[in-house]
């Protein structure tokens, strides 16, 4: 059976759908959607062909789009995405997860809503901001954001969350009570003493390797982390990184122990691609040893970055591998980085980059 692939983009202004056969050698695009209003998250939801589309600002007000044509038309909804009254308001969706039984939402200021109506009407899960840690959350320089939400697709009463700067924190009720997951991350901006705090990690994004057994992937302002436990603990494993810092990471859809990451020349440095040479790092070893994946990139004068959702891979063999670039690039990979194309510019700075095969 023939599959296509569908690359869901988040833009700051709208968002965009790239279209491809199994080949993934050439590539349709359509958009802006969501009428170009600014866009962080874009999923699809592969039983049913819909796609979400998380958006909104402190001027628009936040909102989860929602197409069952393909992108052709688009619906809205913000209908109970508010704290109670005296809170602060929520200002914008920064994450959404497709779950077997709902849809998951985390807010600016960090929070978690629930749909189980399709995106037509949310509820706040109110258990995560009322953690007796709430008080010690610190916006990071995007704002106080749940940006990374991962439900267990075997066990839906499963979550994660990463916020910055607040760090991750997992539910086993569904969202009810909460606990923080953050053993062996460094914030190496506290004091020294202070460096492995319970809560107050700078959390950059956080996926789920293939396989169930458990393992997640974090990408920390502080590190490259690896946990077999399902975050009760964390190692490092940035050795043979050319960095520390960055934001994307991105699971293999088969393989546990392969990862794609992006790291940048550091959080003070300008935050681009180290040397100015774009590359993708990737490890078949659950990082112990890294490759910089670079054929097909440009190597000369690259000042762009990849923010924290826009690396993703596809669940074709061999896995696609695709990622989004501030400058409004798209680069992707029909054979797990061995090579690169670009495949789409001038777009508006990229945000996310998910992917949807039919």
């Given at each position: ?14 968002a ?84 077997p ?15 189980t ?98 393992r ?72 112990k ?24 891979t ?39 980059v ?5």
């Amino acid at each position: 059976m023939t599959q296509s692939i569908n690359l869901l983009i988040g833009t700051r202004k709208g968002a965009f759908i790239l279209k491809s056969n199994e080949d993934r050698r050439s590539w349709e695009m359509s958009g802006p959607h969501c009428e170009t209003w600014p866009t962080n998250h874009v999923v699809g939801d592969p039983k049913t062909g819909a796609i979400y589309a998380a958006g909104g600002n402190e001027w628009f007000g936040p909102a989860v789009w929602k197409s069952t044509d393909g992108g052709k038309s688009w619906t809205h909804s913000s209908k109970g995405l508010a704290y109670a009254e005296g809170e602060d308001p929520v200002k914008a969706v920064w994450s959404l997860c497709v779950a077997p039984d709902a849809i998951y939402a985390g807010v600016e200021p960090a929070g978690l809503f629930k749909s189980t109506d399709g995106g037509e009407s949310w509820v706040h899960l109110d258990g995560l901001r009322n953690h007796p840690s709430r008080e010690r959350w610190m916006p990071g320089g995007a704002g106080l954001i749940l940006h990374s939400l991962l439900v267990d697709p075997e066990d839906p009463q499963s979550i994660h969350v990463g916020i910055s700067s607040a760090g991750v924190f997992h539910s086993a009720d569904g969202g009810q009570t909460w606990e923080p997951r953050n053993k062996g991350t460094r914030a190496d901006y506290m004091p020294e003493d202070q460096r492995y705090p319970e809560v107050g990690q700078c959390v950059h994004n956080l996926v789920r390797a293939a396989g169930g057994s458990g393992r997640l992937y974090q990408q920390n302002h502080c590190g490259m982390y690896r946990s077999d436990d399902a975050g009760k603990t964390w190692q490092s494993i940035e050795d043979g990184l050319p960095s520390s810092f960055g934001f994307p990471a991105a699971a293999h859809p088969r393989d546990p122990d392969t990862v794609f990451m992006v790291p940048l020349n550091g959080d003070t440095k300008g935050r681009y691609m180290p040397d100015a040479k774009a590359a993708v790092w990737r490890t078949r070893d659950g990082g112990k040893t890294w490759a910089d994946l670079r054929d097909g990139l440009p190597q000369q004068d690259v000042y762009f970055n990849v923010l924290r959702q826009a690396l993703s891979t596809d669940s074709l063999s061999p896995a696609g591998v695709y990622f989004g670039a501030a400058s409004g690039a798209i680069y992707g990979s029909a054979n797990e980085g061995e090579g690169w194309t670009l495949i789409a510019q001038n777009l508006p700075p990229v945000v996310s980059v998910e992917t949807m095969v039919a």
